[in-house]
């Protein structure tokens, strides 16, 4: 794996970051200790019923931070109401035998009744918390055997407790699980006591102290077992908890920014359950065993952030996730396959390809803010290829950074604030203050297509140029959830790479769901804003995941525009009163074009270069329908670029007539002319051709 050479003092300033966001290890310990008080005051106050309790999840582990907001998790069980792997460990009292065998799916139990006195499984007896398995065993049926007291309310296998105020207002919120106490190791994680170790990790010591900590059997099924009722779901949460404790500083905040990449980069977009904390706690598991032990250092953090990135790629592209005690089981299924594997596989391969550069998007406790500034040392590589755009860049590319940001103003203010009081909220200094780095993204996409301009226009190709340009549209593909993708689309289509393009518009139409909201138009009604308004979503995450903007390209970036957009940037002759509006002046430079339609353009574009015929006539008819029935902004450059592609498909009439449309639309200022200039030329050569 080649490692730039930036990940070192990156890694170490980093480091320092999250020191600065409560995750310093005297802050650790001080959690963990705080969390075991309560775990044992809890257990005080229900001692009367016999009931221990247990705290799991982020907060008792002290892997979260004040922006992370995690949940906290209680375990409870009743102390004298055990389960036993065999006969042979029966104790008077003892409730249940596990029943691990092929009638039972990996990483689950079912539990047989066991006679008080003496050490018999119960066949063919039911109750109401009995039932009848295929053999004939009376086992527990999971729904029925916990009944929730007058302090909870039950949400399927998990309560909320009600009596736990003494956690309220330090969480988000405390889920309660009931659950059976087993004192013996599970079967099928025996391999993983006889488990070869090259490392030396975990050490003899821990895997007895695991081992001995025993088992808890919560009540819930395999979701594709047809006995999943009568199961229960072995939980190693003791020896995760004793796991999680060992790690050293690097691995804890390695672990933390794992955390922290999913809910920003994928939860969002992929929703809660697909990819968890707990498949990222695995992964840490497996790489902390399976490396060597001083890989993992300080000036290391980003490569062991990358390594664990390779891992999960690995596991999604094989639809498997081992679980880490009990490999056999896959915590994979049911979760990951399909589109949602296609698109969770794409996510985290365009993590790797930015080469750490995302961590400065991550807006959880300022984390991405402050590594971006922390970063700003001229000694530091990532300064060129990160966010840290300065004043000789905009020098290189012939352009002011107010340029640029009046351009992404407009485009950003005029849409969100049409129709919509919501957004009109959104104007307020904070808010603005909020988008200014936002904006930081789109400026990554204008200077990258800048770059790339000035590089297409040379005789000779500027490869170096030209991977700059590619780092930076790189950089600003997240700006929204078209906009900046589109840009680096068009970069690959003009370098005559259709296949490369067309995965990246593939990417975005799978994204682009009806609860993207399209900036420049505003509805009130969208179904976004409903959801925005009912989970009070950030202004960032309303920017980046739940808006579309219009693309929109400068005359500087004219060699790296597609051809039919350019005359777009000539459309006005100056002869007009409005044209002498200052602010009018610049607009009539420049192209832009709605995100969805130029989406479909881009794709006929593709399809084009590749000569499939039959999807650009798909896309062709995808742009027609979003003329129909989509609110654009920019309806006449829709319409021009609609007529361009009939020509070029040789739909000559049929051009002259979309472009007559677009023209009574808009007859002032509008591209149409020189289409029409064209169309009538290539008439005559035609019939001149007859003659």
Not at 457 to 472: S, W
Not at 507 to 519: G, H, M, P, Q
Not at 658 to 676: D, E, F, G, T
């Amino acid at each position: 794996m080649e490692v730039p050479d930036y990940y070192d003092v990156v890694s170490v300033r980093l480091m320092k970051v999250l020191d600065s966001t409560e995750l310093t290890e005297k802050v650790r310990w001080k959690r963990i200790e705080m969390w075991t008080q309560v775990e044992e005051l809890l257990t005080i106050i229900h001692s009367k019923r016999k009931v221990k309790s247990h705290i799991f999840g982020s907060q008792a582990e002290a892997t979260t931070t004040s922006g992370l907001r995690s949940d906290i998790d209680v375990v409870y069980h009743f102390i004298n109401s055990t389960a036993v792997v065999d006969l042979q460990s029966w104790k008077p009292g003892s409730l249940a035998l596990m029943i691990m065998d092929d009638t039972t799916p990996s990483g689950y139990v079912k539990l047989q009744q066991v006679y008080n006195d003496v050490p018999v499984p119960v066949y063919n007896i039911q109750t109401e918390q009995l039932m009848l398995d295929r053999h004939g065993r009376s086992c527990l049926y999971n729904s029925r055997c916990f009944k929730p007291g007058t302090y909870h309310e039950q949400h399927g296998p998990a309560v909320t407790r009600n009596d736990l105020h003494i956690a309220r207002g330090l969480l988000k919120s405390v889920d309660t699980v009931a659950a059976f106490r087993s004192h013996s190791w599970p079967y099928t994680a025996s391999e993983w006591i006889t488990r070869r170790r090259e490392h030396n990790w975990p050490s003899q010591e821990t895997i007895v102290s695991i081992q001995q900590s025993g088992t808890l059997l919560v009540p819930v099924g395999h979701k594709l077992s047809p006995e999943r009722h009568l199961e229960f779901r072995i939980s190693l949460s003791y020896g995760e908890k004793i796991l999680l404790w060992q790690f050293n500083s690097t691995q804890y905040k390695c672990y933390v920014l794992l955390k922290m990449i999913n809910k920003y980069f994928i939860k969002k977009r992929l929703g809660e359950n697909v990819l968890t904390s707990y498949h990222w706690k695995t992964c840490m598991f497996y790489m902390i065993e399976t490396t060597p032990t001083v890989l993992w250092q300080p000036q290391n953090l980003l490569r062991c952030i990358e390594i664990c990135l390779i891992k999960m790629c690995t596991w999604v592209d094989e639809c498997n996730c081992p679980n880490y005690f009990i490999p056999a089981e896959n915590m994979f299924l049911d979760k990951v396959n399909g589109p949602v594997q296609r698109k969770l596989a794409n996510m985290l391969h365009d993590l790797l390809r930015q080469k750490g550069k995302y961590l400065t998007m991550i807006t959880y406790d300022g984390i991405g803010q402050k590594l971006h500034k922390a970063c700003q040392s001229p000694i530091t590589p990532i300064n060129d290829e990160m966010e840290g755009i300065n004043a000789s860049v905009f020098l290189v590319v012939d352009i002011t950074l107010a340029e640029i940001q009046q351009t992404w103003f407009d485009l950003l203010w005029d849409g969100v604030q049409i129709n919509s009081p919501l957004f009109k909220s959104l104007s307020s200094h904070a808010a603005r203050q909020e988008i200014c780095t936002i904006l930081q993204r789109f400026y990554c996409s204008n200077i990258g297509s800048h770059l790339a301009s000035r590089c297409l226009k040379l005789q000779t190709i500027d490869q170096e140029g030209l991977n700059m340009a590619y780092e930076f549209l790189l950089l600003g593909s997240d700006s929204d959830v078209a906009s900046g993708k589109l840009k680096l689309a068009t970069f690959f289509l003009l370098q005559n790479n259709g296949v490369l393009a067309e995965n990246i518009l593939q990417n975005i139409e799978d994204n682009y769901t009806f609860l993207v909201l399209i900036a420049a138009v505003g509805k009130i009604n969208h179904p976004t804003i409903v959801r925005i308004v009912n989970e009070n979503i950030s202004t960032t995450d309303i920017v980046t995941y739940y808006s579309a903007f219009p693309v929109p390209y400068l005359p500087s970036e004219m060699y790296c525009t597609p051809r039919a957009l350019i005359p777009e940037m000539f459309r006005s002759t100056g002869s007009h009163e409005g044209f002498l509006n200052p602010r009018m002046d610049y607009w009539q430079t420049w192209a832009v074009v709605d995100p969805k339609f130029y989406l479909y353009f881009l794709k006929h574009q593709c399809y084009h270069q590749q000569n499939k015929t039959t999807h650009k006539m798909v896309a062709l008819s995808n742009m027609i329908w979003v003329i129909q029935h989509e609110q654009l902004r920019y309806k006449d450059t829709a319409l021009n670029l609609l007529a361009y592609c009939l020509k070029e498909d040789g739909f000559l009439v049929q051009s002259y007539a979309v472009l007559s449309r677009s023209m009574k639309m808009k007859n002032h200022h509008n591209a149409a002319k020189w289409q029409i200039a064209r169309l009538v030329n290539a008439a005559f050569k035609w019939l001149d051709g007859r003659h």
